[in-house]
């Protein structure tokens, strides 16, 4: 049986997690389509690989599941109505039938939360087997209201409702994280998404430990309550301003010094909660897989952190990505999350205000957050996917 570069990883730590970015709804037609593009000799193996991860049948006869957990956001929930347009084509024109009231904005939402409720109901089982520690989803807040602490309260609050193994995803806003502390303080699961720096991080604990205070000293239920923290690992090297402060400064830099600045970045957010005994866990997404300076393949963004307990999520992208490369790739070393990035390249990229921003435990106040390049082009994108969404369904409507 050969494992999947995933499942490698997962063994380096019994508590590391590997989840699945993306709607449960769309795993199924993925993974034939994998199939069908699997190497000679390769099927068989990659059937078992993909199967481990997530069946259907097996989630709901025994609970067990590869995959402890699954995050979505706009874009991702895009993708899963365009797969399957007609299907929510009906579901929309049967949600306006049913709230007349509704203009379109309101349908729109009641969609997203349908979508929600669906994934988070498909892997439930894996939620109560585990005694409420993995088999979460997490639903998305939309977007376009970053900065409304009270839209995104409403929204969140309606989202926790859609199931309680639903996380509520908040940006890493100055009044996202004053939203965390009260979802927390409700006993409501959160995953910061939009967060890229250590400054943010630290405020994010902060929110949760008010909450979780409060949920303490009003007697509320925290049994099935989790907190992760979101680092968009490429987003923050690839999606800022470091290449155009370097450029302005006369530095080069190289694709490995970058990604030695996403690794000090996540290495210092990491091991300070992780010293700390913070509950919550920092989560990676944005992962890439790519050829270092010597020609070698490689995915520095889970080869660099081998050995901890964080949460890698994984869209399908990646997952074929290291499907493809399996055979080229090193094997990985335990101990690399005790590694310190290349100094040399820290000292280099201390230059950048962008770079200290992020890297610094002061880097930055909490209203300056959702100023931060790779914040505002993150959520550019993600707001420009819900226009879309919302656009679909204003066109089933009108018809």
Not at 20 to 45: C, Q
Request: net charge negative.
């Amino acid at each position: 049986m050969t494992k999947h570069v995933l499942e490698k990883l997962a063994e380096t730590n019994p508590e590391c997690e590997i989840w699945w970015d993306s709607s449960p709804l769309i795993y199924p037609s993925w993974k034939a389509e994998t199939l069908e593009s699997a190497p000679e000799g390769k099927l068989a193996d990659w059937t078992a690989q993909l199967t481990r991860f997530y069946d259907n049948a097996t989630i709901k006869d025994s609970g067990d599941m590869g995959f402890r957990g699954v995050t979505t956001n706009p874009p991702l929930s895009l993708q899963a109505i365009e797969l399957e347009p007609e299907m929510w084509r009906a579901e929309i024109k049967s949600i306006a039938k049913k709230n007349p009231g509704l203009d379109v904005e309101g349908v729109y939402w009641q969609s997203y939360l349908h979508l929600v409720k669906l994934g988070a109901s498909a892997i439930r089982p894996a939620f109560e087997k585990s005694g409420y520690k993995y088999g979460m989803l997490s639903g998305q807040v939309d977007p376009r209201f970053v900065s409304d602490g009270e839209k995104m309260l409403e929204q969140g609050l309606s989202i926790a409702e859609m199931g309680d193994n639903v996380m509520v995803k908040i940006p890493g806003s100055k009044e996202g994280y004053e939203v965390i502390e009260e979802l927390t303080a409700r006993g409501i699961s959160t995953n910061n998404t939009t967060s890229f720096t250590v400054a943010q991080y630290t405020r994010c604990r902060a929110a949760v430990s008010a909450g979780l205070q409060r949920a303490k000293a009003a007697g509320v239920d925290l049994s099935k309550w989790r907190s992760v923290i979101t680092h968009m690992s490429s987003r923050l090297g690839e999606k800022g301003d470091w290449q155009a402060q370097a450029k302005l400064r006369g530095i080069d830099l190289s694709l490995d010094e970058i990604r030695d600045g996403e690794e000090a970045v996540l290495k210092r957010a990491y091991w300070d909660g992780h010293n700390n005994g913070h509950p919550s866990k920092m989560l990676q997404c944005s992962m890439r897989v790519e050829k270092d300076q010597y020609g070698n393949t490689v995915s520095r963004h889970i080869s660099d952190f081998a050995g901890s307990d964080m949460v890698y999520t994984c869209p399908p992208s990646y997952i074929k990505q290291l499907m493809d490369v399996e055979d080229e790739l090193d094997a990985f070393d335990p101990k690399a999350i005790e590694r310190e990035a290349n100094p040399a390249s820290i000292e280099k990229l201390m230059q950048l205000p962008a770079f200290r921003q992020a890297y610094e435990f002061e880097g930055m106040k909490p209203h300056e957050f959702s100023q931060f390049g790779a914040f505002q082009a993150t959520a550019t994108e993600f707001a420009a996917a819900t226009r879309k969404t919302v656009d679909f369904v204003r066109s089933v409507i009108e018809g």
